[in-house]
């Protein structure tokens, strides 16, 4: 039920984005793909599938909504408001700072989510009419619990797990 | 209109997943509940670099021992010291983080020692970060059990003092593993678990700590030098549930 509903939220996402699309050149899609490298006291990789919605608010500045799925321990389903600035005006290559926040929800009965938070630096390319690659480098904050169990034929033993979960994120993705 | 749109299905889908994103418990019927109150000083300064300090929550074991101090099992034991993850150690594989459990549970590795290791993690218990706060953790003793003991055992590391220094010498009754080491040695708590007493919450005692460069796996009652330590636990309760 809830991946499916996660599905709907990005197709609706899509869609709505999309639909527009040729109604305002303020509102961009955004879809990538991006891998957590763990800090210290944070376990495992974490992969990453994104989908956002952009909107210029300024020449330099933009708002957005985004979700995806994020491959933890567990798997999640972000939903998060982003805020991007251009640090110079657009360019072939145009440098910028990205922020977001946001809450994650989980997709398995035994996982609990948490929120979100982001901060990257990245470099988008203009490849095609307002069609642009980026690529982002940053820190990443990802609250969620999930419940820790060992059976044994001595014991059976639980307990609930909060996981802090701090990374270096490392984003590509397309934008049209 | 096309940004309402948007805001609603934002909206509508949120909340559909918030009322799905429900609250873990780990109970279950008829288990006990080993329930750790944090004290004062459960987070402990942990030099990073440059100055540069993190707040640390224990390391902490959880097992239990038969009338006889015969070790039975592990309950749950903190993910670091389960799979010698210890960061910034230099090597060290902390052996006198939680030394009285090691010992207790009797693994011996490669090495000689009781403690595990990356290469010999923990898998005969539940293992997980330890939280940042108090924590309850669940068990339900399958052998049917009436009378036996719950241990648990904390540790902070570098929880250095004026008389667990980290310069130590390495003779020294005070040594506990050197500038990335214990400092004050891991302390020790015991409930006595008699499910005949028609009690439903027993409550542990402090009984001492461990050694400090954890070289062997008794219980030691010289309390000097044994500070901020005693303020790592408010209160350890076993309730039946």
């Keep these: 039920m809830k991946r499916t509903n996660a599905l709907l939220l990005c197709c609706t996402l899509c869609l709505c984005a999309m639909a527009q699309r040729h109604t305002s050149e303020r509102l961009h899609y955004q879809a990538g793909i991006g891998v957590s490298i763990p800090l210290p006291e944070s376990q495992d990789n974490a992969k990453h599938l994104f989908a956002k919605v952009m909107y210029y608010l300024r020449p330099r500045l933009s708002a957005g909504l985004g979700t995806g799925i994020s491959k933890y321990e567990t798997e999640l ?15 072939r290559f145009t440098p910028f700072v990205e922020g977001s926040i946001g809450y994650s929800y989980a997709l398995t009965s035994s996982a609990s989510g948490g929120s979100c938070m982001g901060l990257s630096l990245g470099a ?3 490849c095609r009419g307002s069609d642009e690659i980026f690529i982002t480098i940053g820190y990443e904050h990802q609250h969620y619990s999930q419940q820790r169990s060992f059976d044994s034929s001595v014991i059976r033993a639980r307990y609930v797990e909060e996981d802090g979960y701090n990374a270096m994120r490392i984003a590509v993705g397309y934008q049209f | 209109m096309y940004k309402f749109t948007i805001l609603l299905a934002v909206i509508i889908t949120s909340h559909v997943f918030a ?3 429900k609250k873990l418990s780990a109970y279950e019927t008829g288990s006990m509940c080993v329930e750790i109150k944090e004290g004062d000083n459960w987070l402990h300064d942990y030099p990073l670099f440059l100055g540069i300090k993190k707040k640390n929550p224990p390391q902490i074991a959880i097992w239990i021992e038969d009338t006889n101090g015969m070790y039975v099992s592990t309950v749950y034991v903190s993910r670091k010291a389960a799979t010698g993850g210890w960061i910034g150690a230099d090597g060290n594989n902390r052996k006198e983080a939680l030394p009285c459990w090691c010992h207790s549970r009797g693994i011996r590795n490669n090495d000689g020692s009781f403690c595990p290791t990356k290469d010999h993690p923990v898998t005969d218990a539940m293992t997980g970060a ?12 399958k052998k049917d ?4 003991y719950v241990m648990v055992e904390v540790n902070h590391s570098t929880d250095f003092n004026d008389t667990y220094t980290k ?3 390495v003779n020294s009754p005070y040594y506990s593993g050197g500038e990335d080491g214990s400092g004050q040695p891991a302390l020790i708590y015991k409930a006595e678990i008699d499910m005949a007493s028609g009690k439903g919450t027993f409550t542990a005692s402090f009984i001492g700590h461990s050694s400090p ?3 062997d796996g008794k219980v030691h009652t010289d309390m000097n030098g044994i500070s901020s330590a005693l303020n790592i636990v408010k209160q350890i309760n076993i309730r039946l549930k």
Aim: glycine share 4%.
């Design chain 2, 130 to 141: 330890t939280p940042r706060k108090g924590f309850d953790t669940y068990y339900v003793n």
């Design chain 1, 77 to 91: 389903l972000p939903l998060y408001a982003t805020l991007r600035w251009d640090m110079t005006t657009p360019h």
């Design chain 2, 19 to 21: 009322s799905c994103d």
């Design chain 2, 145 to 148: 059990m009436s009378h036996y």
């Design chain 2, 167 to 169: 310069d130590a010498d």
């Design chain 1, 124 to 126: 988008s390319y203009r």
């Design chain 2, 213 to 215: 460069d954890g070289s």
